[in-house]
């Protein structure tokens, strides 16, 4: 049983004050006793001398010793004065007179002899005892002397009894007031104790209560206290510093949020490991990277969380070194690139921040990197093939062909073949560069898509008649006009049926078509759409190109299109224009042969947004 500190402090002070009451109140009985005793014992001193001269007369008045009865009678008058039993025994024990004690039954009294006070007084000359009395019964104080009657006779003693009983009451009496007192004292003293114990721990079970509520997660700690003492400092110290422990509590977890709203919110992937190269921390970034959850990676060393001997080797370094380290790795599943940036942070023991790595995702920018790269390449070897032919000729022609009017015109058509292919390269290019660097904003005017496929027709039958290529158009006439830019309308439609007349052989056929359709990608399913599609019967273009062939300069047949004059740069130049409009633009298969380009237009709220060409996806 675990008794709490009130009950501790109030059974201690109950026990200490009781133990203190029992001795004083034994103490002070037998003190009294013996005081009482003493004051008995020296009166009945005086008596038995008293009676001892009571008896002298006895002895000197005649020569012959006095008769039984004398000695009974003077025993019998001095018990009375004396107020006590008297006794006079000879030496050899025999009892000579005795006041309490009927004369004929003196006979019949027992010896003496053996009586302590009897033995007392015939060795030293005075003797007393307490005890009850075998005669009377009752608890009694003897003194007794030793008497010589006269020079030859054998001495006597005289012994007086005193009757305790008075005394044995008035003790008993004493004793019993003493003891109401004492009971009275205790009852104080519970009571006060009880008080004492209450006012001395309701403070100190108010800080426990509230203590175990602040460990109980509640935040507020508040001991209400008016007392001054001890207690009431310790109580004010922990209002203090549970005040204190708050306010640290909260810049903790504010620090914290912070802190987590940073690492949540970051790009780059966060991992802090400890001195053992276990984790202690990752970000949302990390987990999306390598697609592991927090929960999992914690505490496990990174070495068998993550299983990529180049991470490894970074991390064995830097936990050996503890110097900075950088590293790219690729991942092997998704293939993404990152750049990892290892920095010790300073902690020596477990589950202390000791490395933090910050991994970049680089994959966007390698690829871009790499496009343009491509596009460095792929521009240098555009320009080059047209001028090395041009510079070709040139020499050609200064070794001596000029001589040769057939040969130089003939040559000359070639160089001037080339300049054009090398003009209408950089024209696109230009044009490109200025659609991707933002240089064109589109207009944003309702047009009718009927004028935008005459005034491309207009330009590209001559062409088409050339070819002896049909062209079919087929728009619907209920189409409402759409929000754009004619003239880049007319570049992209221009752009395609370039492509149909290019890549058809002659006598085919060239379809232009425009309707009404749902808009793809749309949150709005209501939301409509214009298609504008250029279907021809030509060559075609294999499932697998399909998608690439809006990149730049590729080609299906690099050969065929510069032999057709073709930059590879047009349907680049399409697609920008296209999202430009939030538009969508693809290719498919025409049927029975052949392919169809498909551009198409949102309508309404979606159009209305155009966006400004910077805004463009780059191819
Ligand atoms: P190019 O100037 O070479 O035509 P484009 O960007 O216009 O460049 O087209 C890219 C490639 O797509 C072309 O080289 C060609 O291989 C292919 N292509 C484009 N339009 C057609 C078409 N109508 N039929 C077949 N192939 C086409």
């Known amino acids: 049983m675990t008794w709490s500190i009130r009950w501790k402090v109030a059974f201690g002070t109950l026990v200490a004050v009781a133990c203190g009451l029992l001795i004083a109140g034994v103490m002070t009985v037998q003190f009294l006793e013996q005081r009482y005793l003493t004051q008995f014992g020296n009166g009945l001193e005086v008596k038995t001398k008293l009676v001892e001269y009571g008896f002298q007369p006895l002895f000197h008045s005649s020569s012959l010793p006095p008769t ?3 000695l009974q009678e003077t025993a019998r008058d001095l018990g009375n004065r004396a107020s006590a039993r ?12 005795d ?10 009294v027992e010896n003496h002899k053996s009586r302590p006070e009897i033995q007392q007084a015939l060795s030293t000359g005075q003797g007393r005892d307490i005890r ?19 020079q030859m006779a054998s001495p006597l003693v005289v012994r007086v009894g005193l009757p305790m009983v008075v005394l044995d009451h008035e003790l008993s009496e004493f004793q019993q007031r003493l003891f109401l007192a004492l009971g009275v004292a205790f009852l104080v003293a519970l009571t006060l104790s009880i008080w004492l114990a209450h006012s001395i721990t309701k403070p100190l079970s108010d800080i426990a209560s509230a203590a175990r509520r602040f460990s109980s997660g509640n935040q507020t700690f508040h001991v209400k206290t008016t007392a001054q003492d001890e207690v009431g400092l310790l109580a004010s110290t922990l209002n203090h510093m549970a005040d204190q422990l708050h306010a640290k509590i909260d810049e903790l977890s504010e620090d914290r949020a912070q802190l987590l709203a940073v690492l949540t919110s970051m790009v780059e992937g966060v991992m802090v490991l400890d001195s053992r190269g276990h984790v202690l921390q990752i970000n949302p970034a990390l987990e999306r990277m390598f697609g592991i959850s927090r929960v999992e990676a914690r505490g496990k060393p990174c070495t068998e969380l993550f299983r990529h001997q180049q991470l490894n080797d970074l991390v064995t370094a830097i936990l050996r070194s503890r ?20 920095s010790p942070a300073g902690g020596e023991r477990d589950n202390e921040a000791s490395v933090v790595l910050v991994l970049h995702d680089m994959t966007e920018l390698r690829r871009l990197e790499k496009i343009r790269k491509d596009f460095v390449a792929n521009v240098s070897h555009e320009l080059r093939t047209p001028l090395t032919s041009i510079k070709g000729y040139v020499e050609a022609l200064l070794d001596g062909a000029k001589d ?19 003009n209408l390269i950089i024209e696109d290019l230009l044009e490109l560069s200025k659609i991707e660097s933002g240089g064109i904003s589109l207009k944003e005017e309702p047009l009718a898509l009927r004028s935008v496929i005459d005034r491309t027709l207009s330009m590209i039958k001559p062409i088409a008649d050339k070819n002896r290529h049909r062209l079919v158009t087929t728009v619907d006439p209920s189409l409402p006009p759409v929000a754009g830019d004619e003239d880049r309308l007319v ?8 492509n149909a007349i290019k890549y058809t052989p002659a006598g085919g056929t060239i379809s232009i078509g425009a309707k009404l359709a749902p808009s793809v990608g749309s949150p709005d399913p209501s939301a409509r759409a214009i298609e504008l599609s250029v279907a021809d019967t030509g060559i075609g273009i294999p499932e697998e190109d399909r998608p690439r062939v809006f990149e730049r300069f590729y080609r299906v047949d690099k ?12 349907l680049a130049i399409v697609k920008h224009i296209v999202e430009g409009h939030r538009g969508q633009v693809w290719v498919e298969a025409n049927h029975p042969q052949g392919s169809r380009f498909v551009v198409r237009l949102p309508l309404g709220a979606a159009a209305r947004g155009l966006h400004h060409m910077n805004e463009a996806s780059r191819a």
């Open 68 to 70: 039984s009865s004398a």
């Open 86 to 97: 008297v006794t006079l025994v000879a030496a050899d024990g025999t009892v000579l007179a």
């Open 99 to 108: 006041s309490a004690v009927r004369d004929v039954d003196l006979p019949a």
């Open 132 to 150: 009850s009395s075998h005669t009377t019964g009752e608890r009694t104080m003897y003194r007794a002397v030793l008497m010589q009657p006269s």
């Open 323 to 342: 110097t900075h380290h950088q590293d790219e790795i690729v991942l092997p599943l998704s293939g993404r690139c990152l750049q990892i940036e290892a």
């Open 404 to 422: 040769n009017p057939a040969a130089s015109t003939k040559f000359l058509e070639i160089i001037l073949k080339q300049s054009d292919r090398l």
């Open 491 to 498: 570049q992209v439609l221009t752009n395609l049926l370039d």
């Open 559 to 570: 050969a065929r299109s510069r032999e057709l004059g073709g930059t590879g740069l047009g």
